[in-house]
């Protein structure tokens, strides 16, 4: 039997069941505004969205693997890629674009220029410092875990902010990690490691 071929975002879109997209938004707009009360400050509610996003990731990577039927990715730009291209669109309707790449291949930036979140949404001027999508960095980060690829994920521009697009920089910290170890530590580590496992 020949191996499933990964579907599109939009063809996962079309099949899945969906909420209605206003009441999605206001929910979200209920929560942020919630928190905004109970926390006070921006930055707090910043980080709490995160983790919130991050609790969603760690879940929703079984569904987007299970409905997307998308293998293993080969490195941290074909992931980008999958995520921009599957992901966004299977779980918000929208496509991104992946942008600004390093030379090293570990840190890019996703474009949304569409994002449902923000329907309805003008922040008051007390709240400058929050990120409103914050929740979209944690599930991105979370999702990314589980499948054993630590990233770090920030705000770069932001149109509730003033700019004209929404974009998330992505770093792969796993590989930023193994790129800035010296090769003569990488060798004295294997051979640590290789004492270890013959005693």
Not at 94 to 105: F, K, L, M, P, Q
Not at 129 to 155: H, Q
Request: hydrophobic content about 40%.
């Amino acid at each position: 039997m020949p191996p499933v071929a990964p579907r599109s975002g939009d063809a996962i879109f079309a099949n899945v069941e969906r909420v209605n997209a206003e009441l999605f938004t206001l929910t979200y707009g209920a929560i942020v505004r919630q928190l905004l009360t109970d926390l006070e400050e921006a930055e707090e509610v910043n980080k709490q969205l995160d983790q919130m996003g991050y609790n969603i990731g760690i879940r929703l990577i079984d569904e987007f693997l299970a409905k997307s039927n998308v293998s293993r990715c080969n490195d941290f730009r074909e992931t980008t890629d999958v995520i921009a291209k599957v992901g966004f669109k299977m779980f918000l309707g929208v496509t991104a674009s992946v942008t600004n790449w390093d030379a090293d291949g570990t840190c890019c930036s996703i474009v949304l220029e569409d994002n449902p979140l923000v329907d309805f949404v003008e922040l008051p001027d007390n709240c400058q410092g929050l990120y409103y999508c914050n929740i979209l960095s944690g599930v991105i980060r979370g999702a990314l875990d589980m499948v054993s690829m630590k990233t770090e994920v920030t705000w770069l521009r932001d149109v509730l902010r003033g700019d004209d697009v929404f974009e998330l920089q992505l770093l792969s910290a796993l590989q930023r990690e193994q790129l800035d170890l010296e090769p003569d530590v990488i060798k004295r580590l294997s051979i640590v490691l290789h004492q270890v496992s013959s005693r």
